[in-house]
Every structure is written in structure tokens, then in C-alpha cells.
């Protein structure tokens, strides 16, 4: 990814590498994966489930279950200071003040036994050191803040007495309690309904502008993508296939995979016809195929996609592909 700028990254993966060892072999979870987010810039990180983009994200805020998780290479640097290497001390530091995430599912996320307010108030008292006054009124502020009404009163109640867009609310306010610089979500609209969705989004959106936050947004929804992503970094079995500006990914995929991923989408002018699918399954990260891991599924595939694995393809403005006929695939040849 030579000809990425990487200046003035907030935040930047580079060629990382977590395997998860386990009874039944070691599991190359990710491959190498690279990507930069800047200030107040969104990110997208697009793939199949499986294909490690949570899995990235715990590795970069620190949070992965060791064993039977092992990082064995690369970097991840924030502001320049390379997290991998930092102390536990250090990590434990920028978690909630430099770095903080929202989680896939905030029932599961948030302790049913404490309220809301409590599980806001007690990062603010240990981290901040302040007291129980000034804790209760920074998290009605911050429920405020992400729409929850009624906060006041709310603040006293527990998560299960939450709907589950209002638990994602009460999630975001948990991460935004330190002021991070930078918010990774992990798939903060699953299991909401449209509408519910959109109201998520755009609250991230508009914290997002006011506070010059970067986001890193890990999705499989490319409705989404397309509505809020600058840039999107696209997974496929734990390596990073395409890399690339949103409006540029749209109007002209660089890799088979992100191609089909976009031909899936349903589409009005195609009423009645039958949806495109991928044929095939992601494969076992226990047993990685040779070659470019897309091939098995892919319909360019040639003898060379068997047996080398493609490198890191530049087309220009930032933009790579990880395939061996990249400038052919967006171009459309």
C-alpha cells in the first residue's frame, strides 16, 4: 500500500496478524491487515461475516481473549505510538480517552445488574476521579446528548428496561464519556429496525462533526456504507482485498470480491429478476486455500490465482486491490 498517504493518520494498521490457536489447529484469523483512518474521517471495513473485521478492531483497542488469541505481527499505531508494544498501563490509559468502541450487541455489552447511569458514572469517577454529583450529572448529560428522553429519570433505570435502539444510545454515551478521538463501531444497527437504524447513524454522524471524531464503522451493510463512508477498506478471509475511496468503490470495483458484493444488492430497475449471489462459502481459516483465498468463488480466476498470492495492486489516488488483474477488473475488462 505504497502509494497511501498515511499523514496525518489518526490511526494506522499495519500488516497485522492474530491467529487463534485451538483444539483443532491454528485458525489464521487475520493476514495482514492494513488500513488508516484520519480525524473526523469514516472509515468503513466491508466483508462477510468470518472474515475479521471484529476481530481487528478487538486487536487494536486491546481486547482480545488471550488464549486463545495470539497477535504474531504488525502494527497498530495511534498518533504514531505503536499500541502492540505499549505496557497494559499505557492501553488501559488511551481506551475510553483515545480510543473507544461500540459494541455489536449493547444488551450483552451492558451489565444487567447496574443501571445505565452507574456503568457511565464509574469510568468517570476512576478515570477522571470525579465525584458522585459531578458523574450523575455528566451522564444525564450525555444521555442527553445521544437523544435518550427523559434522561433524568433514565439515568436511575437498568438495561433491560431499555428498548434496543435506546440501549445502543446508552452505548454510545458510554463511549463518548471520556471524550475519545476516535470511535470504532462494531455493527451498531444489527437488529434494529430501519428506521431505528438511520436514527443511529445519523447521531454518529452528527457527534462525529461537532467533535472531529474519526470512525472506523465495521458493516455488511453496504446501504449503510454508501450513505456515511469517505473510505472503505474491504475484508475477505482476514486480509484487506480493496482499499479504496467510497465513490470510487462504487463506481468502479478493483476486485472481483468487492464486485460481488456490490452485484448482490437488489436493485428497482431489476424487479422480478432473480438476486445475484457468490457462489460458494467463505473458506475455513483453518485451512486458508493457496493462492489468492478468493479464488475457489471467484469467476476471473486463472492458474495464476491458484498458486501465487496477489499483492498489494496500486490504481492510483490511494487506492490498492489484492488482485492479480486489478486494473482489468476496474475497467471493466
Do not use: W
Request: charge should be negative.
Amino acid at each position: 500500500m505504497s502509494e497511501v498517504d498515511h499523514s496525518g493518520a489518526l490511526l494506522e494498521v499495519e500488516d497485522l496478524r492474530v491467529e487463534f490457536r485451538t483444539r483443532d489447529g491454528v485458525a489464521s484469523v487475520l493476514n495482514g491487515v492494513s488500513y488508516h483512518v484520519a480525524a473526523g474521517e469514516t472509515l468503513a471495513v466491508l466483508g462477510e461475516s468470518g472474515s475479521g473485521k471484529s476481530v481487528t478492531a478487538q486487536a487494536v483497542m486491546g481486547i482480545l481473549d488471550t488464549p486463545p488469541a495470539f497477535v504474531t505481527g504488525g502494527a497498530v499505531r495511534f498518533h504514531g505510538e505503536d499500541l502492540l508494544r505499549a505496557t497494559p498501563e499505557r492501553r488501559r490509559v488511551l481506551r475510553g480517552s483515545g480510543l473507544a468502541m461500540i459494541f455489536q450487541d449493547a444488551l450483552s455489552a451492558l451489565n444487567p445488574v447496574f443501571t445505565v447511569g452507574f456503568q457511565i458514572e464509574e469510568q468517570l469517577r476512576v478515570r477522571l476521579g470525579a465525584s458522585r454529583r459531578d458523574a450523575r450529572q455528566r451522564a444525564i448529560e450525555l444521555l442527553d446528548l445521544v437523544r435518550i428522553p427523559g434522561a433524568k429519570q433514565r439515568v436511575r433505570e437498568y438495561p433491560h428496561q431499555f428498548s434496543g435502539g435506546m440501549r445502543q444510545r446508552a452505548m454510545i454515551a458510554m463511549s463518548l464519556a471520556l471524550d475519545p478521538e476516535l470511535l470504532i463501531a462494531d455493527e451498531p444497527t444489527t437488529a434494529l429496525d430501519v428506521t431505528v437504524q438511520a436514527q443511529i447513524m445519523d447521531l454518529l454522524a452528527e457527534i462525529q462533526a461537532e467533535r472531529n471524531t474519526g470512525l472506523v464503522l465495521i458493516t455488511h451493510d453496504l446501504g449503510v456504507v454508501a450513505e456515511v463512508a469517505d473510505r472503505i477498506a474491504v475484508v475477505y478471509a482476514g486480509r484487506v482485498v480493496e482499499h479504496a475511496d467510497a465513490r470510487d468503490l462504487f463506481r468502479s470495483p478493483g476486485h472481483p470480491y468487492t464486485a460481488a458484493l456490490l452485484e448482490s444488492l437488489p436493485r428497482l430497475d431489476q424487479r422480478g429478476s432473480a438476486l445475484h449471489t457468490i457462489r460458494g462459502l467463505p473458506p475455513s481459516l483453518l485451512a486458508v486455500p493457496p493462492g489468492c483465498p478468493f479464488h475457489p468463488r471467484c469467476p476471473r480466476a486463472r492458474d495464476v490465482c491458484r498458486t501465487e498470492v496477489p499483492a498489494q495492486v496500486a490504481l492510483g489516488s490511494g487506492r490498492v486491490s489484492a488482485c492479480h488483474f486489478a486494473e482489468e477488473v476496474v475497467s471493466g475488462g
